[in-house]
């Protein structure tokens, strides 16, 4: 129940691409309503899922945030605060991100101590030189940035230490310095699209440049080596402006959009999020990337349908594929919302 493709979704919402408040608030929650009222009765501790959930913690207060994040400590209660079952995978603990956020408000240590304990056993996991913890991209938005919201709950820099030295391996095995893209897994180094170039991943990419922009909204400016995750990020955000499609969007093979007639709206959305984030705090020009955030949301804004469907969205998957123009999955709208609401945020300071 992570997502479906309705063939009568076909109707276009019309909303306004305007960086306004007001024009911003009706295009999250057209899509936040529908998405809530459709997923809730199937609410999983599953990472498509926690993508979403992640989405709706972002809601504004004043675009109803309250509500949803109502919804999302329904939820969590419901699951008593648990990660999912596979102890070492990084999937099963991006919901833990929701349940910090929630902490955050609360300080109920009760909604701590499941994530917290899940983490600390983690950590006490030896490394396998021959599989890294996080061996797939994806891995990158699932599991630091809950390491990093345990540091601000704990002020236990051990988990930024376990976190930095987990994404180094990682980024020394898929990262290309060449290109500044990941590869979704290695799997993937060395493999070709149609047109000879190497196969980069829309969503993957996305996967890790949100995960930057969560992990760096609670890296402390004297953490030694934040300086390096600043870098990667501003690298992979010119590389990914430079490969903005006409429409706004991005193809699901980064590298070769021709093959891809339907543009990519989970890794797009990502994308818009990140650089709004860059934006808003200080991280990226704001001359250079406020026209591509601009046209990013524009185009997303022009993909939901008139019942609140955001359409386009490539299902689970881990490489470039196809789908049709209604494809629409829960994960997609996590970072919809995630990117509406650092749009939001930009709103204030367009003029």
Known sequence: MAGDANAEATKSANLSAKLTKRDVSAA?????????KRAEPNFSQDWTFAALYAGFMAMP???????????MLSMAKNFAWQPGPRVPHADDHAIGQTYLQLYFKDHDPAMLAPIRQRMDTVMQLPDNPEKPLWWWCDALFMAPPVLAELYKATGDRAYLDFMDHEWSITSAKLYSPENHLFFRDAGYIGKQESNGKPVFWSRGNGWVLAGLARVLTYMPSDYPSRDRYVAQFREMAAAIAALQGKDGLWRPGLLNPKAYPLPENSGSAFYTYALAYGINNHLLDRRKYLPVVKKAWKGLVSHVYADGRLGCIQPIGAAPGQYTATSSYVFGVGAYLLAGSEVYQLADKTH
Not at 61 to 71: E, I, M, T
């Open 28 to 36: 999250i929650s057209k899509v936040a309503d529908w998405q809530l």
């Open 61 to 71: 207060p004043d675009v109803d945030g309250a509500r949803y994040q109502d919804a």
